[in-house]
């Protein structure tokens, strides 16, 4: 139930013929200067016959050479018949492209009762793409327990323990990911897994339980109950998918700054041992790379973060660079790694979803990519000493900048701003207003008497028909709802004169009129929290966050694990 716009099946078509071209001997690439990928290169037409040799030629005075838009049809069309040729043997292509596909495993995106809202997309009609990736910790076949080790979870429930959400832009001019901590004290909502079994909400636990409680939808859901990000796919590897990955790639550079051996007197830590400088790590180092706590900065889950950050943002530049070509024996192996490894949901279920899904992320600049983590601070909940919350503003401030497509790393991009709503704001006078209190949360109640407070506030700004509604309506942001398109400018109106910004204005049938609910983010004060309306134009440095462009990334060592 994948809800991107990925067309898988136009390139499905593609590889297959590309099977069917090697099955034929044929090489795939027409030769005289056919235009093999443009449009009018169909069979039977003028161009296709040419290719093969026969056919009626073009009238000299004629020629029809395509613009930019049909040279870059024709070499992604090439790309993707080369890309079959060399990765099956002559004959067996399009066998081969089923192999791969009966290799993918999938799993249910089953959100049970956690309805996610629609992209909204921009000006011009595009909209993101969000991703979530998962690292499994299952010790559920004799290589994950031989990599995994911790035998008294062998056949286990499996945890998250790797949680990344990828975010593309609508214009794909940039992509952001925001890591979240394995360690993140949360409330996991009501979930259902693929035969189901249905899971009770739980009170504080730790994210990574979700992955237990219903599969790869339940870790959906919970991201979505806590950020408000609607999320389209996922991903998940475990263990032995990641050491056969980073064998297919051949070795992903990484750097630490001292002889560095995760490994301390009680026999904690991966166990992995490096010289000072780069090394480049493949199989099972980078595995031990990946899980490295004990070793890295501070020994804490979060250095371990960082330095996925850093293996992660390398391994796309290597597989940029693997992307040309030029060995086929290391394509084949990339193939079998990836399709081997990956468990999906049914929206990438084939390799043709997959690779269309591939020519996305590709539009994306490597210097674009920003890594980030979500920020956080240390709880002081009992029973989770050395665990994490979200740290607000700063939090929010991530996660709201991804709702609204903004780029993590601060620079423009081509995103069109949403256009304004047609029908103008009245005077605040006529404009009718309806304020609930939303502030109610499990651990801290309601903040009484909220919505006749912020009545006041709007009523003293001219907004003379404001009343206080005694409904209650739980919201975790504050949030201006309106029913109705003559009716967005009021709401606007309504929003900016409290200093909401844009964002929290939402359409939606449940209301007769212009309402404002005071969320669980505004328990306090006549005006909106300026810091958690305040957009610097950039991730906050307390989201650490890490470009895909920056080579010189080098891990610092723990004291006490040096060599």
């Not at 032995?240 to 790639?249: E, L, Y």
């Not at 899980?291 to 960082?306: I, N, P, S, V």
Request: glycine residues 12%; proline residues 5%; contains cysteine.
């Amino acid at each position: 139930m994948g809800r991107s716009s990925v067309q898988g099946e136009d390139t499905r078509d593609r590889v297959r013929h590309a099977g069917e071209q090697g099955r034929s001997g044929g090489s795939g690439v027409q030769e005289h200067g056919g235009s093999a990928g443009s449009d009018d290169g169909g069979e039977g037409s003028p161009a296709a016959s040419a290719g093969r040799g026969g056919g009626r030629a073009r009238p000299r005075g004629n020629p029809r050479r395509p613009g930019k838009r049909g040279r870059r049809r024709t070499l992604r069309w090439v790309a993707s018949v080369l890309s079959l040729l060399i990765l099956g043997t002559a004959g067996a292509g399009y066998l081969y492209y089923e192999h791969l596909n009966a290799n993918i495993k999938t799993d249910d995106l089953n959100l049970g009762k956690n309805g996610m809202a629609d992209h909204k997309a921009n000006a011009a009609g595009q909209t993101p793409l969000n991703i979530l990736l998962i690292g499994s910790d299952a010790r559920d076949s004799a290589a994950n327990k031989a990599l995994g080790g911790a035998r008294d979870t062998f056949d286990g429930p499996p945890l998250a323990d790797v949680q990344m959400l990828v975010h593309l832009s609508a214009d794909r001019s940039n992509m952001s990911v925001i890591s979240m901590p394995r360690d993140t004290v949360l409330k996991i909502p009501e979930c259902t897994d693929r035969n189901g079994k249905a899971f009770k909400a739980t009170g504080w636990t730790l994210t990574n339980e979700s992955l237990q409680r219903g599969g790869p939808g339940c870790t959906v859901a919970t991201w979505y109950k806590l950020t408000g990000i609607t999320i389209d796919h996922f991903m998940q590897v475990d263990f032995a998918g990641v050491v056969s990955m980073a064998d297919a790639i051949g070795g992903v550079p990484v750097c630490v700054r001292q002889n560095v051996h995760s490994r301390n007197s009680a026999g904690q830590g991966s166990g992995l041992k490096l010289k000072a400088g780069t090394t480049s790590v493949k199989g099972e180092q980078a595995l031990q790379w990946l899980r490295t706590r004990y070793g890295f900065k501070d020994g804490t889950d979060l250095a371990r973060t960082e330095a996925q950050h850093m293996y992660m943002n390398s391994m796309v530049r290597e597989l940029r660079k693997s992307t040309k070509l030029t060995d086929p024996a290391k394509l084949r192996n990339l193939a079998e790694a990836a399709t081997s490894a990956l468990t999906v949901d049914a929206g990438l279920d084939t390799v043709a979803k997959l690779y269309a899904l591939a020519e996305e992320f590709q539009q994306v600049p490597t210097e674009r990519i920003t890594m980030t983590t979500m920020p956080n601070f240390y709880t002081q909940r009992p029973n989770f000493a050395g665990k994490v919350e979200p740290l607000q503003p700063d939090a929010e401030q991530v996660f709201r900048m991804v709702r609204e497509d903004i780029p993590l790393d601060g620079k423009a991009s081509k995103r069109k701003a949403p256009a304004e709503p047609r029908d103008p704001a009245a005077a605040p006078g006529e404009i009718g207003v309806s304020v609930q209190n939303g502030t109610y949360t499990d651990e801290l109640g309601a903040a009484r008497g909220r919505a006749t407070e912020i009545a006041g506030v709007l009523t003293g700004k001219g907004f003379t028909r404001t009343t206080a509604d005694k409904q209650t309506n739980p919201q975790d942001r504050t949030v201006v709802f309106y029913p109705s398109a003559e009716l967005a400018g009021d709401a606007l109106a309504v929003a900016k004169a409290v200093g909401l910004p844009a964002s929290s204005v939402k359409k939606s049938t449940d209301v007769s009129g212009v309402t404002l609910v005071v969320g669980a983010d505004w328990r306090e004060g006549a005006a909106y929290p300026k810091s958690a309306a305040k957009d610097e134009g950039k991730a906050p440095s307390s989201a650490n966050p890490l470009s895909a462009g920056n080579t010189k990334a080098c891990m610092p060592v723990q004291p006490g694990f040096t060599w």
